[in-house]
């Protein structure tokens, strides 16, 4: 599968920051489509745009969890979830998630 856009679901900036950077020197031709912050506005975003090749969603946002957007609308592309919890781990994947990454995200050193 080729990822060339990407939505990034992510309350705190400094973490949407980090992923976007991350994202960029793995493959610098990607596309961050955009970077929301909500539940509401992840809503509407996908109710208004094309779905993206891949979503990097945090579980924990500031109006409550990640979930309810999964649960208001159909989303089709893989999602890496990002969160500070392992809680979730099993509810996560019940959706079209590909990876669940505790935060801090890292790059993987070699």
């Known amino acids: 599968m080729s990822i060339t856009n ?5 309350d705190e900036k400094l973490n949407a920051d980090r992923l976007k950077r991350l994202l960029k020197e793995i493959k610098p031709s990607i596309q961050i489509l955009d970077v929301l912050d909500n539940i509401a506005d992840s809503i509407t975003w996908f109710q208004s745009n094309k779905s993206p090749d891949l979503v990097m969603m945090d579980i924990r946002l500031s109006d409550g969890l990640s979930f309810e957007i999964l649960e208001s609308i159909k989303i089709d592309c893989p999602i890496i979830f990002t ?8 509810r996560a994947f019940k959706f079209n998630s590909i990876d669940y990454l505790l ?8």
């Open 6 to 10: 990407v939505l990034i679901i992510e």
């Open 103 to 110: 935060k801090p995200v890292e790059k993987k050193k070699n």
């Open 83 to 90: 969160t500070a919890f392992d809680e979730y781990a099993v």
